[in-house]
């Protein structure tokens, strides 16, 4: 099983692209040579795979520095003194662990005060291991999506895209009976309320895309059958996915749809009552979140919006939420960070009262802390200014 765990993490590591120039010739979808590669779950696409795979390890085991790195690598892996990652959530400090021991994962809890000693006391939430052998599953955890003390637990046979979504309690540490559950595929849930959520999913014949994922998202109540789900949203066959868009501070304050065109682009709409309200947002841009009020959105293109400002790519600006809420196409953003030539935004967290960016400055990783302000968030250190046209952080009104 070690040896398993290491060469799936080696070979994720790699990324290997297949270019297939075969599109100048003109070919149509139907004389096209490569398109059982297009059926993913196909049994001789699943063979060329598996071919590759083997080739590619074989090329890796094949180099004379292989074992120095394998071995150093697993010592990583299984070192008992690795600083765990943690979140701070309702019961303490939460975090994901893996090791020799639970090679698939452990879910679990300790106290601040704790984890702040030299050997903090874990209580488990959910032992993926254990739940493996008890189910006879190859259980891999693919995350959750929490509510008060109810998860959605996302659990893939295998580690494939495909998952089994499961109600659990994290306080009594056990699935609810009778709670949600959804059986396996390809698909996407978020929280509205205890008793309700949004799903993408294979809602049955013709809502899935040509890259198998689903393109319908449907309204979920607790204990209603799956073919009882009422439908909200409908994207395009053509697109890559679709995904529920749910944003809280507190409870859910804004629910919608993100439609998925491809890797790179997206478009957002919130749910209203006069319907769906598609947003202006460039479709290089992310929705990352709400901190103390304000609407941050992370900008992967130029932006110029008509008659108003325009934003960098890499920027990140903001909106009075509220003010967005009401009327979100009228709603005026404002630059919270707009990097210079030297400059990339890699990070940010917020709490209460800050939010916190990591910036990438000539190579150089900074923090810049914005604190609340009446009604707006000012730079609580502010980076001198240098040449490249800067701009440091603004306030973030």
């Not at 149509?28 to 196909?42: A, C, M, R, S, Y």
């Not at 749910?246 to 709409?269: C, H, K, P, S």
């Not at 609407?295 to 990140?316: C, N, P, Q, Y």
Request: aromatic share 8%; net charge neutral; charged share 25%.
């Amino acid at each position: 099983m070690k040896k398993s765990l290491l060469r799936a993490a080696l070979l994720s590591m790699m990324c290997f692209t297949v270019a297939l120039l075969h599109g100048q010739s003109g070919a149509t979808p139907v004389d096209d040579p490569f398109l059982w590669l297009e059926q993913v779950d196909g049994p001789r696409a699943l063979a060329w795979t598996e071919a590759e795979n083997e080739n590619t390890l074989g090329l890796l085991q094949s180099d004379p520095h292989y074992d120095r790195f394998y071995r150093d690598a697993l010592k990583i892996l299984q070192a008992k003194d690795r600083i765990p990652s943690v979140s701070l959530e309702r019961q303490g400090l939460e975090s994901c662990w893996q090791d020799e021991s639970h090679v698939r994962g452990i879910w679990r809890r300790t106290t601040l005060e704790s984890y702040r000693g030299q050997d903090p006391r874990w209580e488990t939430i959910l032992d993926i291991d254990a739940l493996a052998l008890a189910e006879n599953k190859n259980w891999v955890d693919k995350g959750r999506s929490c509510l008060g003390r109810r998860c959605l637990v996302k659990l893939s046979d295998g580690g494939k895209d495909a998952v089994s979504i499961r109600e659990f309690d994290s306080e009594a540490k056990s699935f609810i009976a009778g709670g949600f559950q959804l059986p396996e595929g390809k698909q996407s849930v978020s929280w509205i309320d205890r008793d309700t959520v949004l799903v993408a999913r294979d809602w049955g014949e013709g809502t899935t895309t040509e890259s198998g994922f689903p393109f319908v998202l449907k309204e979920l109540k607790r204990a209603q059958p799956l073919d009882q789900a009422r439908e909200v949203f409908r994207c395009q066959h053509t697109d890559f996915k679709t995904l529920p868009f749910v944003l809280g501070e507190g409870w859910m304050d804004v629910t919608g749809v993100v439609r998925q065109i491809n890797g790179f682009e997206r478009q957002y709409a919130l749910f209203a009552r006069a319907g769906p309200i598609a947003l202006d947002l460039p479709k290089k841009a992310l929705i990352v979140g709400i901190a103390s009020g304000r609407l941050l959105v992370k900008l992967d293109e130029d932006w110029i919006r008509s008659g108003d400002t325009s934003f960098k790519a890499g920027s990140m600006i903001s909106y009075d939420l509220a003010e967005w809420k009401q009327d979100p196409l009228r709603a005026k953003p404002s630059v919270v960070f707009q990097p210079n030539c030297r400059q990339a935004l890699s990070g940010f967290g917020s709490t209460r009262k800050f939010l916190v960016l990591t910036i990438l400055d000539n190579l150089q990783s900074k923090a810049f802390v914005l604190q609340v302000r009446s009604r707006c968030l000012a730079c609580h250190t502010s980076p001198a200014a240098e040449e490249c046209d800067r701009k440091p952080i603004s306030h973030f009104r």
